[in-house]
């Protein structure tokens, strides 16, 4: 019902700067709370940053005053700006989105993800 394409991962050296993208589609009425998460190797997966409908953002300590989350609800699409990014940056970054459908019921959808590398 909703597919989530993510993009923009790669490799980086330390204090450079990548932008990921995450486009939704498909029978989408409303997209609701938006967020990036992160799952570093041999760790769990925790939040990066989320941003609600209106536009309230919300970010993980580790990341606040690099990263930036914003969204185009036009295009459906949710990007992070990663600034100064630090080998610890290094992980599988995965979009989620909830979404109204046009149903009207109400979903979460995962992107596959993909991996940003930070070397030093």
């Known amino acids: 019902q909703v597919q989530l394409v993510e993009s923009g991962g790669g490799l980086v050296q330390a204090g450079g700067s990548l932008r990921l993208s995450c486009a939704a589609s498909?029978?989408?009425?409303?997209?609701?709370?938006m967020g990036w998460y992160r799952q570093p190797p041999g760790k769990q997966r925790e939040l990066v940053a989320s941003?609600?409908?209106?536009?309230?953002?919300n970010y993980a300590d580790s990341v606040k005053g690099r990263f930036t989350i914003s969204a185009d609800n036009a295009k459906n699409t949710v990007y992070l700006q990663m600034n100064s990014l630090k080998p610890e940056d290094t992980a599988v970054y995965y979009c989620?989105?909830?979404?109204?459908?046009?149903?009207?019921?109400?979903?979460?959808?995962w992107g596959k993800g993909t991996l940003v590398t930070v070397s030093s």
């Open positions: 941003i609600s409908s209106g536009g309230t953002t």
């Open positions: 989620k989105v909830g979404v109204t459908l046009v149903s009207r019921a109400s979903v979460d959808s």
């Open positions: 498909g029978s989408i009425f409303r997209l609701n709370v």
